[in-house]
């Protein structure tokens, strides 16, 4: 082994030791207010306790250990919640208390934690979004007025299947769902298909949310070993910097489009409009790229919901 390389090798694994031996020094008094866990491994903690299916060692780890238990993975400890009643208690009781949450690496790329509706602070910018999604997205009056559309969607996408099935051609049924929420979410924002059926653009976007979804939900070891952040040891920001491009492209052309043109008078207002006119409790209005963020999210749970 070249010495130069021997020598960074020498060097990272002694800020690796430092960070484990201060980190645990500074938790020590916090951690006997900590749930019960597992003994963990030095450095690593109960990473390897969790095994190749992750949601099957957290079942029989509760078992041992009860509803809310601690983990160490890597330098992160974390707290698991793994019945209904605890879960309310975290998610509902006690939700002001515990409503941060660690921010994980993949977020990062783009500013994109600091401006979502998901990860960002509780800030005046942040309270703004979710009062706008409370009274105008999610709200009975706006689901009811969308029920002619979704009929009309689900309509056009039986009706693609079933020519489809006349012809003989093979069909793809995640991505007819995908395009068809995909196109109910277009017309609720921006009033308008995001694309057309049978697109190689809609194949192209579905096959960027799934390759975001699953690398940034992928376990990163920037996220267990902080010091390893500025390393990117495993490149997933700069991949989710670059399909996280493509998406923004696609929303700064609708952003763009609807700044020229203004907005249409015999139309409803969509979310867009309400977006570019709302303003937050210090009296600015939102960012482009909080809008952006903010449709990443909405387009990510779509690709979820039929990935």
Same mark, same amino acid.
């Given at each position: 082994?070249?010495?130069?390389?021997?020598?960074?090798?020498?060097?990272?694994?002694?800020?690796?030791?430092?960070?484990?031996?201060?980190?645990?020094?500074?938790?020590? &008094?916090?951690?006997?207010?900590?749930?019960?866990?597992?003994?963990?491994?030095?450095?690593?903690?109960?990473?390897?306790?969790?095994?190749?299916?992750?949601?099957?060692?957290?079942?029989?780890?509760?078992?041992?250990?009860?509803?809310?238990?601690?983990?160490?993975?890597?330098? &992160?400890?974390?707290?698991?919640?793994?019945?209904?009643?605890?879960?309310?208690?975290?998610? &509902?009781?006690?939700?002001?208390?515990?409503?941060?949450?660690?921010?994980?690496?993949?977020?990062?790329?783009?500013?994109?934690?600091?401006?979502?509706?998901?990860?960002?602070?509780?800030?005046?910018?942040?309270?703004?979004?979710?009062?706008?999604?409370?009274?105008?997205?999610?709200?009975? &009056?706006?689901?009811?007025?969308?029920?002619?559309?979704?009929?009309?969607?689900?309509?056009?996408?039986?009706?693609?299947?079933?020519?489809?099935?006349?012809?003989?051609?093979?069909?793809?049924?995640?991505?007819?769902?995908?395009?068809?929420?995909?196109?109910?979410?277009?017309?609720?924002?921006?009033?308008?298909?995001?694309?057309?059926?049978?697109?190689?653009?809609?194949?192209?976007?579905?096959?960027?949310?799934?390759?975001?979804?699953?690398?940034?939900?992928?376990?990163?070891?920037?996220?267990?070993?902080?010091?390893?952040?500025?390393?990117?040891?495993?490149?997933?920001?700069?991949?989710?910097?670059?399909?996280?491009?493509?998406?923004?492209?696609?929303?700064?052309?609708?952003?763009?489009?609807?700044?020229?043109?203004?907005?249409?008078?015999?139309?409803?207002?969509?979310?867009?409009?309400?977006?570019?006119?709302?303003?937050?409790?210090?009296?600015?209005?939102?960012?482009?790229?909080?809008?952006?963020?903010?449709?990443?999210?909405?387009?990510?749970?779509?690709?979820?919901?039929?990935?």
């Amino acid at each position: 082994m070249e010495p130069c390389t021997l020598l960074c090798y020498s060097l990272l694994a002694g800020v690796a030791l430092l960070y484990f031996i201060f980190s645990r020094k500074l938790s020590s &008094k916090a951690s006997k207010r900590l749930p019960p866990g597992p003994r963990p491994l030095p450095l690593i903690g109960n990473i390897l306790q969790l095994g190749k299916s992750p949601h099957e060692s957290l079942f029989h780890l509760a078992k041992l250990h009860g509803p809310l238990m601690t983990l160490h993975l890597g330098f &992160k400890t974390t707290i698991v919640a793994s019945s209904p009643a605890m879960a309310k208690q975290v998610l &509902k009781t006690h939700d002001p208390a515990l409503s941060a949450r660690t921010v994980i690496d993949a977020t990062t790329c783009l500013s994109y934690c600091d401006h979502s509706l998901v990860w960002s602070d509780c800030v005046p910018r942040w309270r703004t979004l979710r009062r706008i999604c409370a009274t105008e997205l999610f709200s009975a &009056k706006r689901l009811d007025a969308l029920q002619d559309l979704r009929r009309v969607q689900v309509s056009t996408m039986i009706r693609t299947i079933y020519e489809d099935c006349m012809t003989a051609s093979s069909v793809d049924i995640g991505h007819a769902a995908f395009l068809t929420i995909l196109n109910l979410l277009g017309n609720l924002i921006f009033s308008k298909d995001m694309f057309d059926r049978g697109s190689q653009e809609s194949h192209e976007f579905k096959d960027t949310l799934t390759k975001v979804m699953v690398i940034g939900g992928a376990p990163n070891l920037a996220d267990f070993f902080p010091f390893l952040r500025f390393l990117d040891p495993q490149g997933v920001r700069k991949v989710l910097t670059k399909y996280g491009l493509v998406v923004f492209r696609i929303f700064d052309g609708h952003i763009e489009e609807r700044l020229q043109s203004g907005r249409n008078e015999e139309r409803e207002k969509d979310f867009l409009d309400i977006l570019l006119e709302s303003k937050t409790e210090t009296g600015e209005n939102l960012t482009s790229l909080e809008l952006k963020c903010f449709f990443y999210v909405s387009e990510g749970l779509c690709g979820a919901a039929v990935g």
